[in-house]
């Protein structure tokens, strides 16, 4: 059985943000205590999610720095340029990162491991609030 | 209830290619109208799948143009070279964009932002035409 | 329908390593005839999953070496040092690499490509057992 929702998240400033206590509020809502997987898909071309540690914020701030250095901004590989300097290497950290995680759902409940956290990625400078596509399958 | 197929793509140059219409042509042709996944899984080793803007093709070209950048060919650290300088590149280049995707599929269509398009992504210079498997799960 | 386990790895040596026979060993206890697909989850932030080509042990060389070089260890931009040089790499390799993947079951068994085998990605230089989530949906 399939079970979907649709959201929209807070308005993030460009960096990395735990957000599993907002999955967890949703999945609630859901009211399933069964097994099976929870498939989360970010609606944008500029903003990623995946799974790291959720205790030290500090990981969250290197894995951004380490983005930001792999893919700069105003390198002259890129021709496209017409949406700000943000642009391109937003959309190639999305590439890299991915826009959606899979996760294992134990009676109902998200079943990560001790340090695992949800984080939603925003690449960009200014955006706007992003959409979020839930889908429980068990 | 899962439903799935197996199709051959045609045959791609080396590059990032948009395939949203092969893959919404599929999925018309299951005929299911409901909530669920699809997953879409590349049978290879040297191609990715990834989502990323459908409009401007800059976008595309400077994706791959990083790719290249970040996994140049003929670099003295590789030791796998006997398939020819495009292999051991095209290798990590599908370990970084992955070979698969899952979509959120709402009343039996993709759902995905306004400005995401599936990019099917061909990282050998001579491939043959790739395999991909569809998985509709409702 | 969902099946789900919980497994414990081997421990693993810091590197890349081929566990394609465990999943079919366990997918074989299952039991399951049916198509579908199966996800598995490493449930730790630094430790990947993903698949490349399972003949030549030196694509898994190469890749690490690859890795290695793109997060090396002891840069100034890293500022989660406190558990170890090896700590904040493996949490960025297992960002890029991704700590899951979704496989297609054909008749109860792996539909992969000739060439494709699933790689366990051990990102720290001492550490324990990982434990692995698998969810077979159908």
Redesign the interface.
């Known amino acids: 059985m399939?079970?979907?929702t649709?959201i929209q998240l807070p308005k993030f400033n460009r960096g990395i943000h735990l957000i599993t206590h907002l999955i967890e509020s949703e999945l609630k809502k859901m009211q399933i205590g069964?097994?099976?997987?929870l498939?989360l898909?970010?609606?944008?071309?500029s903003a990623g999610i995946?799974?790291?540690?959720n205790a030290?914020p500090?990981?969250r701030?290197?894995?951004n720095?380490?983005l930001n250095?792999?893919?700069p901004e105003n390198q002259h590989?890129?021709?496209?340029t017409?949406e700000g300097a943000d642009d391109?290497p937003a959309?190639?950290k999305?590439?890299?990162?991915?826009?959606?995680?899979?996760?294992?759902i134990?009676c109902g409940k998200l079943?990560?491991?001790t340090?695992?956290g949800i984080?939603f990625c925003e690449f960009r400078n200014h955006a706007q609030a992003r959409?979020l596509?839930l889908?429980l399958?068990?």
Chains 1, 2, 3 share one sequence.
Do not use: C
Not at 34 to 37: H, P, S, W
Not at 77 to 80: D, K, S, V
């Open positions: 399939a079970h979907q649709e069964e097994n099976g997987i498939h898909f970010v609606k944008h071309t995946t799974l790291n540690e030290d500090s990981v701030t290197d894995l720095t380490f250095t792999i893919a590989i890129y021709t496209h017409d391109m959309h190639i999305t590439a890299l990162i991915g826009n959606s995680v899979t996760l294992p134990t079943n990560l491991g340090w695992q984080y959409r596509i889908t399958l068990t």
